[in-house]
Structure formats: structure tokens, C-alpha cells
């Protein structure tokens, strides 16, 4: 209950599901928590909650600077605010929706890694998890907006990794599959059950199965870990 003792953590998207339970388990196990979110965040032992929209700019430096002042440095940044919101394809999907997708599950993840890169240079270390998706490896129908923006934070994410590898900054991407969060709940049964369907597992993961993938590559076990993409999908992708 140890593996993240004394390290400074931003978890995005932490009110509820993945953030949530990323947040719980990262607090248990040592770390400092702040964790970021534009719904209300319950404060626990060991979280911090800050109101943040990862797609604006401001938010993230007002928030950077507030935990750099409080607790001299940020070791890690988990990335993990998303929305999909638009669910059609390209021929159906209107230009302020995908601005909307792409400001928070792209821009945000670029915003978040630009703001903590410089304590964490200055440091020489830190480790960065983006979440991506398993529609971030592959082709879905519908949900364009989602699709895209997914598989443009994994490439960033390998950008990153080797850009700042020297540095011994290490970023991941996370690659979840179907897991059970308010956010999947929202979707139709029928869409559920048809990926459900095609998982090899037969269920859907829990958010805490994720977080424990976090953990490792949060923690100084994955020293030697950069670029990679950890799939956490109940063998989805394995087919």
C-alpha cells in the first residue's frame, strides 16, 4: 500500500468512474492527490479536489501553479478527462460537437502534458498516462469525433515519450475497452451488449481494473516503460 509514497499526482476527469476509482487507489497508496474535474469531486484522505476544465488553458496553469507553490513539484499527470458525446459518423457529425470532443479528449490531454512538463524537466523525471482507448487502435462505426481524438493521443503520446525519454519523463497511453462507468451506462444496450458480445471475456471491465494499470505505470516499477500502450480490454483487441 506503498508503491506511489510521496509523489504528487493530477488525476483529470476524477469525479466519477475510471478518475474516480484512478484517484482512490493512488491516495491509498501513498500519493498526493489533486484531483481535477468541472463536476463537484467528494475530498477523501489523500484528495485534493480542484475545479478544472481541461480544455482551457487557464484552468490548467492557475491549477499547476497552485500545486507548485503548495507541494514544489507534480511527479505524475493522469490524463483521463473524455467525453464522446457525438455518436455518429462523419456525415452526421456537426463541427461544434467535434470541436467539443476534440477540445477535451485531445486538446486537454496536450494542454495537460505542456503544463506539467516544466517542473517535471526541471526535476528530470515524472511520468505522464494518457488515456487513449481501444477505438484509438482501430476503426469503429460512428463516433468519428471520439475515434479521432483517441488515436491522436496515442501518437502524441509516442511523440512525447521519445521526445522527453532524455529527460526521464516516461508517457504511456491507456487503451480501455468497454468498462463500467457512467459514461458507458449512458450508451444504448443494444450497443453494449454488442461489444460485450465481441469481447472474449463475455463482461465488461471494472474501473478499478484500470486503475490498477495506472498504478504500474505511475509508479517507479515501470521505470524502464515509456511509449508503450497498456490495453485493458477483456482480450478485445487480441482478435
Known amino acids: 500500500m506503498a508503491r506511489l509514497t510521496g509523489k504528487v499526482v493530477i488525476v ?3 469525479a466519477q468512474g475510471i478518475g474516480a476509482a484512478v484517484a482512490e487507489l493512488f491516495a491509498q497508496e501513498g500519493a498526493t492527490v489533486i484531483a481535477g474535474d468541472v463536476r463537484d469531486v ?14 482551457s488553458p487557464a484552468d490548467w496553469q492557475r491549477v499547476t501553479e497552485e500545486i507548485i507553490a503548495r507541494h514544489g513539484r507534480i511527479d ?12 455518429g459518423p ?14 477535451v479528449n485531445q486538446t486537454g490531454s496536450f494542454l495537460g502534458i505542456q503544463s506539467v512538463l516544466p517542473t517535471m524537466r526541471q526535476a528530470r523525471r515524472g ?10 487502435n482501430v476503426g469503429v462505426p460512428g463516433a468519428a469525433a471520439y475515434n479521432a481524438a483517441k488515436g491522436a493521443v496515442r501518437n502524441m503520446t ?3 515519450a521519445v521526445t522527453y525519454a532524455p529527460e526521464n519523463i516516461r508517457v504511456n497511453s491507456v487503451h480501455p475497452g468497454l468498462i463500467r462507468t457512467p459514461l458507458v451506462e449512458a450508451q444504448s444496450d443494444a450497443m453494449n451488449q454488442g461489444i460485450i458480445g465481441q469481447t472474449p471475456m463475455g463482461r ?17 516499477e515501470s521505470s524502464f516503460v515509456t511509449g508503450s500502450e497498456l490495453i485493458i480490454d477483456g482480450g478485445y483487441l487480441a482478435q
Open 204 to 220: 465488461m471491465g471494472t474501473p478499478l481494473e484500470v486503475a490498477y494499470g495506472c498504478l504500474f505505470l505511475a509508479s517507479d
Open 158 to 160: 509516442k511523440n512525447a
Open 12 to 14: 483529470t476527469g476524477a
Open 76 to 87: 505524475v499527470l493522469v490524463n483521463n478527462a473524455g467525453i464522446v458525446e457525438a455518436y
Open 90 to 103: 462523419i456525415h452526421e457529425t456537426d463541427l461544434a460537437s467535434w470541436n467539443r470532443v476534440i477540445a
Open 42 to 55: 467528494a475530498a477523501q484522505t489523500g484528495i485534493t479536489p480542484v475545479a478544472l476544465d481541461v480544455s
Open 127 to 136: 511520468s505522464i498516462v494518457n488515456f487513449s482507448s481501444i477505438w484509438g
